[in-house]
């Protein structure tokens, strides 16, 4: 299957043919009971096996599940990875999804500090100075808050504001605060290699078999941003992606959108050619 962006890889980089993200969960649904999380995963499974069918035969791919320990503000012993992730695997298991890899979200932060520069020229800051906003390219001037989603009659194009970062003033010390749709797009660009700047780094091997020791008293920030849990697993960068997500994801991911397509205008189309997703 011929390469969307083969110029851009490092020569030595491995690639699947498709990464499956296996849903995406907030920690607050971890303190779900395990029939609870059971609902949350066994749509999820239709689908993977829907997509796994409609591959070309022989086509290579790994699953992916990202944990959302960015909007975590401080540990309980139900969010710690030593119970959070041999649970997720678990019940994953249980409904017939093999999970390859498990990435921490806290990870895009850090990489959207570092993709900032390249996004500097696209970016409008709000009135107060705090706010990162990423305009579509339909835009105009005139008076217009972050938020705001307009319509244009005479063209009949939707003209979005999407909200990049929020810098608050009560947790300066923390910097920017990314917005979900920002690091929604990092994770997308980081599973499809599109640029070398935008990668989550090789992924770091767990033995299964010592799971609960190796995870034992660490903490999310103690650990590798991708995590391998399958030793056979097809390579974490695709050429194609598809993500299986809770329709509550639909707005973020269609934000996700307009930023790639301000991103990167020359070559928006192919890469959202390569992105599809299922909403459950």
């Known amino acids: ?43 999820v499974a239709v689908c ?63 990489l959207a500090n570092l993709a900032l520069e390249a996004w500097e020229g696209n970016i409008i800051t709000s009135p107060s100075k705090r706010d990162g906003v990423v305009m579509s390219r339909d835009a105009v001037t005139g008076k217009r808050g972050p938020r705001d989603v307009l319509l244009e009659p005479k063209k009949s194009a939707m003209i979005m504001a999407v909200p990049l970062y929020h810098i608050s003033r009560r947790r300066k010390a923390e910097g920017r605060r990314w917005s979900c749709p920002a690091l929604a797009t990092i994770w997308h660009l980081s599973r499809l290699a599109v640029t070398s700047e935008i990668s989550l780094g090789d992924p770091h091997q767990l033995d299964i078999d010592k799971l609960e020791q190796d995870l034992s008293g660490a903490r999310w920030s103690d650990l590798s941003p991708v995590l391998q849990i399958n030793p056979q697993a097809a390579p974490f960068v695709a050429e194609r992606s598809r993500s299986i997500l809770p329709k509550s994801f639909l707005g973020v991911e269609c934000a996700v959108q307009e930023i790639i397509r301000n991103v990167f205008p020359e070559t928006f189309e192919e890469i959202l050619g390569s992105m599809s997703h299922n909403f459950i």
């Open 1 to 43: 299957m011929p390469g969307l962006f083969e110029d851009r890889y490092p020569e030595a980089l491995a690639v699947s043919d498709y990464s499956l993200e296996v849903n995406h969960l907030y920690m607050k649904d971890m303190k779900q009971s395990n029939d609870e999380m059971r609902k949350q995963f066994a749509p």
């Open 48 to 110: 993977v096996r829907a997509a796994l069918e409609c591959t070309d035969e022989g086509a290579t791919h790994s699953t992916a599940f990202m944990v959302d320990d960015y909007n975590l503000r401080s540990e309980t012993p139900d969010t710690m990875p030593e119970i959070v992730i041999p649970r997720v695997l678990q019940i994953a298991g249980e409904c017939d999804i093999e999970i390859d890899y498990i990435a921490r979200e806290a990870a895009c932060h850090d």
